[in-house]
């Protein structure tokens, strides 16, 4: 060897960590991160895990209690206090699963409003003159030492409506009904009584017989029952009765008028009562009206307050009048001196046969005869039916 390589420093060997690839090539290596000492250097933190006491995993969940919590110790003894809170956990939350809510009662109109039938003609002379009324409804609700104000009447298909300020009182609804039944020109027998808007809930009763020693049950009987139970003292009836079979059993549809808090509904749910020697039970059910019944035109598919007809018909003859005026309107009813025709008289049956608009059987278009009212929970058959008269 020359004399000169000796005196050069020896190559360090590659270590095993260096790829062959990166020693047969010419791409540097970078060298491994040397540890940085100083005092800017942060030591990182090793995550600390803290175990909660049973004391502390109790009181995580109000739902928890501390006999719970015993009990799972005792049953399970190499659990943590972690784990016995999760186990409870998902017990008390029934695994997530939220009990579905059920949607019994429907919303209606605001408890503002004054609801008050009355004749059109009547109605359209209060409104053309709406400011002078609102302003002596006014005066009559001060003198009566009243803090409800009228804000404006508005025209509806049964009369009129006066908004309020808050819901009106008995007191205040005498003293609206007494002011206009003393205006001039307005026939105070045609104005009935003010109201306020109602909601609607729907219940089911469960239990009761399909047939008894009376023969089937009918909504009649149903309902005469129903006056006489203890439970159903303070609450109306909106509808009559719907009974489905459910053989040997039934099921009752009942809807009652209500307030928007359920407050008569909730009185009753879940209550028990007899029919017989069976015992019935009381269910909320989820709003199912049906197909609605309009007593404007008396048509099935819309409600009363939805019907774009103007005039309002008579369920019994369909002609252009309330139906509580029929006697009055109709040429058979009525008196005629021309033909020395006699009124029919009161309480007696109308001489001739109704005819309802819907069906075109003989009987008005309100009676619990028609298919339609048979069927009004049955929307399937609805539809099939509006096919059938389209396709006519």
Known sequence: MKRGL???PEAKKPSP???T???NSNIPVAPPPSKMTGPNEKKALKP???KKSYAQASKANILLSIEDVIWVKK?????SADEVGKMLKAKNSGGGMKKPKINMTTREQSRREVIIPMTKANAELIVNSAHIYISNVNKCLKNSKSDTFADFIRFNVNGIIIMTNKPASSLDLSTIEKYLKNVQNVNPDSIKSPCLPKSKSYMKIVGPPYSSELGVMTPDIIEGVLKDSHLFKDTILALKPHIIKASPKSVVWVDIWDSQSSSCAKNIINRRFTIGRFIATIHGTNMNP???QCKNCWKWGHSTLSCRSHISRCAKCYGAHDTEHHREK?????KNKKVNHVATKVGEPCPHVFKCINCKGDYQADSYSCPYWCNHFNRDWYSRKQQELFRK
Do not use: D, E, K
Not at 75 to 79: E, I, K, Q, R
């Open 75 to 79: 049953a399970f003894p190499t659990l």
């Open 17 to 19: 960590s260096m790829s």
């Open 21 to 23: 690839t990166a020693m």
């Open 330 to 334: 109709v040429w058979c009813c009525m």
């Open 48 to 50: 600390t895990i803290t």
């Open 290 to 292: 049906g197909v609605p």
């Open 6 to 8: 000796l005196n050069q």
